[in-house]
């Protein structure tokens, strides 16, 4: 079992930066691939990074450049550093844990409960 949460959402004016962090539970933490995706108002959810366990990355097209994922093994931990926020990144996001490394918008076996993130305009 993996137990995931989600901090760091907020509102920001476009063009501002925001950090997520995602903490997981259990020891078996490194054994996970680690995936960001997020859900706005009356859409589908939608991938957005994952990060395998040995820091291997891929990036929706939307967000490469702007967004960085990380992991932290020490504090069981994973990040998305989200820079020169657009008003259409505004969304809930959700953090999730994978055995597999599966880029893309897969079914994760573990889900965080989301955190509101809101870009201004």
């Known amino acids: 079992q993996v137990q995931l949460v989600e901090s760091g959402g907020g509102l920001v004016q476009a063009g501002g930066s925001l950090r997520l962090s995602c903490a997981a539970s259990?020891?078996?933490?490194?054994?996970?691939?680690m995936g960001w995706f997020r859900q706005a108002p009356g859409k589908d959810r939608e991938f957005v990074a994952v990060?395998?366990?040995?820091?291997?990355?891929y990036y929706e097209d939307s967000v490469k450049g702007r967004f960085t994922i990380s992991r932290d093994y020490a504090k069981n931990t994973v990040y998305l550093q989200m820079n020169s926020l657009k008003p259409e990144d505004t969304a809930v996001y959700y953090c999730?844990?994978?055995?597999?490394?599966?880029?893309?918008?897969?079914?994760?076996?573990?889900w965080g409960q989301g955190t509101q993130v809101t870009v201004s305009s």
């Open positions: 259990g020891r078996t933490f490194s054994r996970y691939a």
């Open positions: 999730a844990a994978d055995r597999l490394f599966r880029p893309g918008p897969y079914n994760y076996d573990y």
């Open positions: 990060i395998s366990w040995s820091g291997a990355t």
